[in-house]
C-alpha cells in the first residue's frame, strides 16, 4: 500500500503542478483574482456556511421534536442545494436581451415550487415511519435504557 | 447522540468515493472537450456516434453538478477537523493543512465557476476558459494527493459498517441516503437541459430547450454583428484551394443536391438539442475546388474575428458524409440566430466550433 500511496501522491503533485504552471501563465492581477476567488470559497464555507448550518441544528433540535429531526434535517439539506443551484439563474444575472434562449424559464416559481415539494415529504415520510410496519430492530434501536425492563424478580 | 458521532469517517469516505467519482468523470470530459477545442497530434475525436459529444459534454455538467451536494456533505463530515488540536503544529502538519486549503479551494473554484458559466453569469473578472482548464488540474491533482495520504483511512472506512445506533433523529445511514437523494434532486432539477424527457422538471435548467426553429441559441446575430452582412444581396460563400477559388450565392447552394440528417447540436455549456439538418454535403462542396480528403478545413464566419469567428474543422469530420453546409433546420430557412445563410454541422463536434454565418471555406494545405 505504501508504493500505491507514493505513485497516487507523485502523480496528484505532477498534474496540481502543472495546474500551477498553467495559473502562473495568467498575468499577477488575473492570477490574484483566481486565488481570491478560491480562498473566498474557502472562506464562505468555513467561517460563514458551516457555522451557520450547526447554529440551525443546535437551534433545530432544541425546537423541533426528536421524531421530526430525521426528515426536517433531510429537508433542509435538499433546500439548501436547491438554493445553491438556483443562486446563478434566480434574478437572471446572466441574460442578456439579444437572446431569450438562455435563463427562459420562470426560476422563482420553480425554486418555490421544488421547495414545496421537498417539505411536502416531510409530514409524509412522519406518516409513513408511523405507519408501516416496523421492524423489530428498529424498535431495538429506538429504545433508550429508559426503556429495557428491570431485572424480572427471582422467585 | 451528538453531532460528532454522526459525522465520522464511514459517511466522509463514502461521500467522497463518490464525489471522488463525479470529479474523475468531470475532469475526464472536461478534457475531452479541451482537446477537441485545442487538438493536438496523439488526440483521436471520432464522428461516430454523432451524439458522443452531446453525451460526454453532458455528463461533464451532470457531474459537477451532482458534486455539490456531494461536497457539501463531504466538507460537513470533516469540519470540525478544521478545529482539531494543534492548531498550527509542525512542518507536517502545516503542509497537510495547506494541501487540504489547495484540494477545497480548487474543488470549490470549479464547481462555482462551472454553475455561473452555464447560466452565462460572469461574476468573476477573469477569463472562464482558461482558467476552468487550468484549476481543474489543480483540483484534480490535490484529489489524487488527498486520496494517497488518506488510503489508510479510507481502506478501514469503508470496511467498516455505516451503523451507528441513535436514541432518536438522523443516523448516518439517513446521511448516506439523503446525499444520494440530493445527487438525484439536483440532477432532475437541471438535467433536462440535455435529457429531454426531464425538461418538464428541471425547474432550475439554464436552458428550457426553446428557441427559433425549436433549438435553442448560444450567440446571437446581433452579438456576433452579422444583421447586416448576412442578409446582404451580395452575400457569396467562398470557397478556396490554394489559387482554386469558388463562390457561391445562397441560390446556387439550394440548387446542390441536398441531405437531410438527424443532428444534435451540444454545447460546451452542457445544453443539447436534435434536430434535422439540411444543406450540401460539406465534403461535394470543397469537391469542387479540388481539396484532398485528407485536409483540414478552415471554417470563417461573417462574425468579425473573435474566438470562435474561425475555426478548423479535423479532415476526418470534413470528410464525413453526415457534415452539412446546412441551409435549413427542422424543414425552414435557417433563422439568423441559426446562422443564415448557412452554418457547418458535423457530427460530434462541440456547438462552439459549428462555425455559423459562413462565409468563407479555406482548405488548410
Redesign the interface.
Known amino acids: 500500500m505504501t508504493a500505491v500511496r507514493v505513485i497516487l501522491i507523485g502523480i496528484g503533485l505532477a498534474i496540481g503542478g502543472y495546474g500551477a504552471v498553467l495559473v502562473w501563465d495568467n498575468p499577477p492581477v488575473i492570477i490574484m483574482r483566481i486565488v481570491v476567488w478560491a480562498l473566498v470559497g474557502v472562506v464562505l464555507h468555513d467561517a460563514v456556511f458551516a457555522p451557520l448550518c450547526v447554529a440551525l441544528g443546535f437551534a433545530g433540535r432544541r425546537v423541533i421534536p426528536g421524531k421530526w429531526w430525521q426528515p426536517i434535517a433531510v429537508a433542509a439539506f435538499f433546500s439548501v442545494v436547491l438554493v445553491f443551484l438556483a443562486i446563478p439563474v434566480f434574478g437572471k444575472p446572466g441574460m442578456r436581451p439579444d437572446n431569450m434562449t438562455v435563463l427562459d424559464r420562470n426560476y422563482p416559481l420553480g425554486l418555490w415550487i421544488s421547495l414545496a415539494i421537498v417539505w411536502a415529504c416531510v409530514p409524509l415520510f412522519y406518516l409513513a415511519v408511523r405507519l408501516l410496519p416496523v421492524r423489530q430492530n428498529e424498535v431495538v434501536e429506538q429504545e433508550s435504557a429508559g426503556d429495557v425492563e428491570r431485572q424480572p424478580p427471582a422467585l | 447522540m451528538t453531532?460528532t458521532t454522526l459525522r465520522g469517517t464511514a459517511v466522509t469516505a463514502r461521500v467522497g468515493l463518490a464525489l471522488g467519482i463525479a470529479v474523475a468523470v468531470c475532469f475526464m470530459t472536461g478534457l475531452i472537450s479541451h482537446f477537441i477545442q485545442h487538438p493536438q497530434p496523439w488526440f483521436f475525436w471520432p464522428t461516430r456516434p454523432v451524439w458522443l459529444y452531446r453525451v460526454t459534454q453532458g455528463l461533464h455538467v451532470i457531474s459537477g453538478?451532482a458534486a455539490?451536494?456531494l461536497i457539501?456533505?463531504k466538507?460537513?463530515s470533516v469540519?470540525p477537523k478544521?478545529f482539531e488540536r494543534p492548531l498550527i503544529g509542525g512542518l507536517v502538519r502545516q503542509i497537510e493543512r495547506l494541501s487540504i486549503?489547495?484540494l477545497?479551494?480548487?474543488m470549490?473554484?470549479q464547481l462555482?465557476?462551472g454553475?455561473?458559466n452555464?447560466?452565462?453569469?460572469?461574476?468573476?473578472?477573469?477569463?472562464f476558459t482558461?482558467?476552468h482548464?487550468?484549476?481543474?488540474?489543480?483540483?484534480?491533482?490535490?484529489?489524487?494527493?488527498?486520496?494517497?495520504?488518506k488510503?489508510?483511512v479510507i481502506?478501514r472506512a469503508l470496511g467498516e459498517p455505516v451503523d451507528d445506533?441513535?436514541?432518536?433523529?438522523?443516523s448516518r445511514r439517513?446521511v448516506l441516503r439523503?446525499t444520494w437523494?440530493?445527487v438525484a434532486?439536483?440532477t432532475v432539477?437541471?438535467a433536462g437541459q440535455t435529457i429531454p424527457l426531464l425538461r418538464k422538471v428541471s425547474?432550475?435548467?439554464?436552458?428550457?430547450g426553446?428557441?427559433?426553429q425549436g433549438v435553442?441559441?448560444?450567440?446571437?446575430a446581433?452579438?456576433a454583428g452579422v444583421l447586416r452582412s448576412a442578409r446582404s444581396p451580395d452575400y457569396r460563400l467562398t470557397v478556396t484551394n490554394g489559387a482554386t477559388i469558388r463562390a457561391f450565392t445562397v441560390a446556387e447552394l439550394a440548387a446542390m443536391p441536398q441531405a437531410t440528417h438527424r443532428l444534435p447540436i451540444a454545447c460546451v455549456e452542457g445544453w443539447s438539442a436534435d434536430a434535422e439538418w439540411t444543406g450540401v454535403v460539406l465534403a461535394d462542396v470543397v469537391a469542387a475546388v479540388g481539396a484532398s480528403r485528407d485536409s483540414d478545413l478552415r471554417m470563417i464566419s461573417l462574425e468579425p474575428p473573435g474566438p470562435y469567428s474561425r475555426t478548423v474543422l479535423p479532415a476526418r469530420h470534413a470528410r464525413d458524409s453526415r457534415t452539412l453546409i446546412a441551409l435549413k433546420l427542422n424543414g425552414q430557412t435557417l433563422d439568423l440566430?441559426h446562422g443564415y445563410p448557412c452554418r457547418l454541422i458535423a457530427p460530434t463536434r462541440p456547438g462552439v466550433l459549428q462555425t455559423k454565418w459562413l462565409t468563407r471555406i479555406e482548405v488548410v494545405p
Open positions: 453531532t453538478i455539490i451536494p457539501i456533505v466538507l460537513w469540519w478544521l486549503l489547495v477545497v479551494g480548487s470549490l473554484f462555482s465557476t454553475l455561473l452555464i447560466a452565462q453569469w460572469y461574476a468573476f473578472k477573469f477569463f482558461t482558467s482548464y487550468a484549476m481543474s488540474y489543480v483540483a484534480a491533482g490535490a484529489v489524487i494527493v488527498h486520496i494517497g495520504v488510503l489508510p481502506r445506533t441513535p436514541a432518536l433523529g438522523p439517513t439523503g437523494l440530493a434532486l439536483a432539477v437541471t425547474v432550475l435548467a439554464p436552458r428550457s426553446q428557441g427559433p435553442p441559441v448560444n450567440r446571437s446581433i452579438a440566430d
